[in-house]
């Protein structure tokens, strides 16, 4: 459960596991559904705002998954998304409102349709499908927002001994949160010829993991990148009973590509670690990402709110972001199992002196089993002349049956 409830709060949860590698688990035996209900209540506050929000959304995610024979399977999957008793919020359609915002439009759309073979090294897959690529980072189903995130495309993994895994995407589109019924066609999808490579080989300590990114955007050509990086993760229990050292070092750098009207080489960096028990640990790192003055890291495939804020007060700007964050976490009982976090983060840009703001994040999620949970998540995020102060409560009931396939 902890790993699914940091996801979770970090952005990146449910469905979005789907994306992962062909050989992350065994592959079904059996043709299963899958049900997905949440209803998630927003509080928005907003000093740039005259009025609070309210958001009322609720999501209903159905999949069937076809084990068919001899490693061949098929899954379908589509997503209803509602707001409800009134819209007191922005949700992106670019309505004039007095209301803070929350981009999750009401929507219908079809979120899966693939074909898979799995063999013992080998595994294909086509269609539309999520695609996570390590921590969601560069690419992502978004799973925060309430219409998640797919590509259309295949996908090709091959393991050519233990511990080694290689894999391809060719992505020709994106079906991007805004929904499938969202007013600008230009932002519901954009064309993509992408081609993306990645590599993983397990260490004796950690596991190593190359990639290359090479993504053409024929809707919105400022999203045309390439991007090129090494990213090292592991845990380790120090000592017999010691704590366990959890961490990430990535480093990368991204570069305009094909039909890209800019022309830059900015870099990236992720340090972050973790060290302590089950009830109590303790996180904190940075995340670099490099701006020129005209442009910044670009990260318009990945998730948002899990890396810069629970708020996503402010867009990247063209001068770099640089974060760095310090956390505790842990688990208690409450009557049920309890998975508790806070986290506080400082933000300024990579070039020059200014400040842009500081932000905690607390959440606690409860596990009430039977497939239910609930979810309290808060966000404060201070300027500091940067912007406008704004606050952000969340309350997420989440009903859950079955498993979505990897």
Known sequence: MKQWW???????????????????????????PYIEARYRYSNLHSDGKPRRGHANTARLQLGYHWAIDDGWSAYGEGIQT??????????????????????????????????????DDLAVRAGRQYVLL?????????????????????????RPADGTVLSYYWLGRVNR???????????????????????????PV????????????DTASTNSVKTLGL????????????????????????????NNPSDFSLGYHLVDATIGYAPLSVRFGEEKLGGNGRNAVNVAYGAARAFNGWVVAFRIPNSGLSERFVGLQ???????????????????????RAMLGDEVDIGLLVDLGRGFSVDLQYGDYRAHRHGVDERKFWLIGEYRYGKPPK
Not at 206 to 217: A, I, P, Q
């Open 134 to 158: 390590d921590n969601g980072r560069f690419f992502s189903s978004n799973g925060w927002r309430q219409n998640l995130q797919s590509f259309d495309g295949a996908r090709v993994s091959w």
């Open 177 to 203: 949160t805004v929904g499938a019924d969202f007013h600008d066609r230009d932002q519901r999808r954009w064309k993509l010829d992408a081609h993306l490579l990645h590599a993983e080989q397990a260490l």
């Open 231 to 258: 990213r090292y993760t592991g845990s380790e229990t120090l000592g017999q009973r010691g704590p366990v050292l959890a961490w990430t070092a990535e480093w990368a750098r991204q570069y305009d590509y094909a």
């Open 82 to 119: 509602w707001s409800l008793f009134g819209r007191q919020y922005d949700d992106g359609s670019a309505r004039i409102t007095p209301y803070p915002t929350e981009a999750d439009p009401s929507s219908t759309g079809i979120t899966n349709a693939w074909v898979n073979y799995a063999g």
């Open 6 to 32: 940091w996801r979770s709060c970090m952005g990146v949860a449910g469905s979005s596991m789907a994306g992962m590698s062909a050989f992350a688990a065994e592959v079904p035996q059996e043709s299963a």
């Open 330 to 352: 842990g688990a208690v009982d409450v009557g049920r199992p309890a998975m508790w976090q806070v986290t506080y983060r400082h933000f300024r840009p990579v070039q020059g």
């Open 206 to 217: 950690g596991k190593l993991t190359g990639y290359g990114y090479f993504v053409r955007n």
